[in-house]
Structures are given as structure tokens and as C-alpha cells.
């Protein structure tokens, strides 16, 4: 087992409770909805970085495909749900996050990157690229590449869920255009997961060859099952999005309505 991942999860996990320490001491309680989200993106994270998905693949695009989805659609907004401020502004030591704060083309940097506009191409930039083989294959080959590409996407993964989510504010608003947000970048990401189960051949043989007939599927299957993981977590993912900004929508106008009559 590679001990990296596991070290920076545990300094994660770390860095968060001491905030929500540092929070309680100052009379400040963090919902445990919010503590448990942030445990479950660590815990997605964990299932997918250490133990047998990462194992597995090595053997299975599939495999490779869960521990993608885990790592970046499902742990990304997990823990920027449970990064909400307050917490985003306790969680990096004071020594550390003043002399970051004080890098004002670091912070412009940041605030450009995270709009809608600029997030969704850099995450369809970033997922179509490092999906084509010759990328994919040097990855898988090279250990710092393909912790890179891990980063990559998590990182793709923050911006787009980065202005849907808002955790810089206090409370998450119920804007229609979010829907539009989410049903672009899964929309747009969902042509790879089809790629993969329409493609009558097998695209990454140069490193997976027929080793997913040790686990009873053909490198065709594989792919394709793949694609279909792929597909279906941006089906739910699009689904729950419109489910709950309709929702949200609606309590906020509830709320403005009983505020102004």
C-alpha cells in the first residue's frame, strides 16, 4: 500500500477537526451534517486511493474508472460541502493561510478559475485529456504522472462544484442557473463514458492488455462497463442536482415571500 494517499488523508481529516475545534472554542458549532459530509469525501477518497479498487486498477479500466468517480464526483463535493465557511476559514493554520492571503494575483488567480466560464472548459480540457491514450498510458506508467492526473481531476472536479456549492458563504443559495451549471459539465463529460461503450475495440491495450480475463470479463467488457459507471453517476449526479436546486429555489422564494408580505 502506498502510504502518500493515506498520509494526506489523515492530515486532512486532521486539519479539519482542529478548525472545527478552534470553531467551538469560539462559540461556533458546525452542523454535524456538514462534519459527516467531509467524512464521507475523506472516506470516498480513502475507498478509492488505498485498498482494493486501487489494486484492481491496475488489472480493470473499470476499476480505474470507480476509483476516478469516487476520488473526484463523489469525495469533490462531499468535502467542499463540509469545507463551508466557516470552516474554509479555519482550516489552513494561521502561518500558513496569511502569507496565502496576502498573494493577491494568487487570489485572483483563484477567483477567475472558479467561474462558471472559465471551471467547465478546464475540467472538459482536463477529463478529454488525460483520457486520450497516449496520456492515459504514460500515466499509468509513471508514478508521479499518474498522481498528477488524480490531482487533476480532483481539482477539475472543485472548480466546476466550486460556484454551485459556495463554500466561501455561509449559506448555499438556491439558484435556478445552477442547474444549468451541473447539466453542462456532466452533459459535456458524459461523450467519454459513450466513447467507451460504443468503441467496438479495446482503446488502452497497451496497458491493460487481456488482464481483465483473469477477472472474468473481456478487455471489450471492461471498457464498456466502464463507460456505463460512468454514465450512470452523471445520470443520478444530473438528476439529484435539478431535484434539489428546484427544491432550494422554492424555499428561497418561500422565504422572500413571507420576508416581504
Not at 482494493?52 to 476499476?63: H, I, R, W
Not at 486520450?132 to 499518474?146: I, P, Y
Not at 449559506?171 to 451541473?182: F, I, Y
Request: with cysteine; proline share 5%; net charge positive.
Amino acid at each position: 500500500m502506498d502510504p502518500g494517499p493515506l498520509i494526506l488523508l489523515l492530515a486532512a481529516g486532521a486539519l479539519y477537526w482542529r478548525a472545527i475545534a478552534v470553531l467551538r472554542r469560539r462559540g461556533r458549532e458546525i452542523s454535524r451534517s456538514r462534519q459527516a459530509a467531509f467524512a464521507g469525501g475523506l472516506a470516498a477518497t480513502a475507498v478509492g486511493l488505498v485498498g482494493p479498487v486501487d489494486t484492481l486498477s491496475e488489472d480493470l479500466l473499470s476499476a480505474h474508472m470507480v476509483q476516478h468517480l469516487l476520488i473526484a464526483d463523489l469525495a469533490a463535493p462531499l468535502l467542499l460541502v463540509g469545507m463551508r465557511t466557516p470552516v474554509l476559514q479555519f482550516f489552513l493554520p494561521r502561518p500558513v493561510l496569511v502569507p496565502l492571503a496576502r498573494r493577491r494575483r494568487l487570489r485572483r488567480l483563484l477567483g477567475t478559475v472558479r467561474q462558471p466560464l472559465v471551471a467547465i472548459p478546464l475540467f472538459v480540457v482536463t477529463l478529454y485529456g488525460w483520457h486520450f491514450s497516449f496520456a492515459f498510458e504514460a500515466a499509468m506508467g509513471n508514478a508521479a504522472l499518474h498522481a498528477l492526473q488524480h490531482f487533476c481531476f480532483v481539482g477539475g472536479a472543485i472548480l466546476v462544484w466550486w460556484p454551485v456549492i459556495e463554500p466561501d458563504r455561509a449559506r448555499m443559495r438556491g439558484e435556478l442557473w445552477k442547474m444549468g451549471h451541473v447539466l453542462a459539465a456532466r452533459f459535456i463529460g458524459m461523450f467519454v463514458g459513450m466513447a467507451f461503450v460504443i468503441t467496438r475495440a479495446p482503446v488502452y491495450t497497451g496497458v491493460y492488455g487481456d488482464r481483465a480475463r483473469e477477472h472474468g470479463l473481456s478487455p471489450l467488457a471492461d471498457q464498456q462497463l466502464a463507460g456505463g459507471l460512468m454514465l450512470s453517476l452523471d445520470l443520478l449526479v444530473i438528476v439529484f442536482a435539478m431535484s434539489f436546486f428546484f427544491w432550494r429555489a422554492g424555499v428561497e422564494h418561500d422565504r422572500t415571500e413571507r420576508a416581504t408580505g
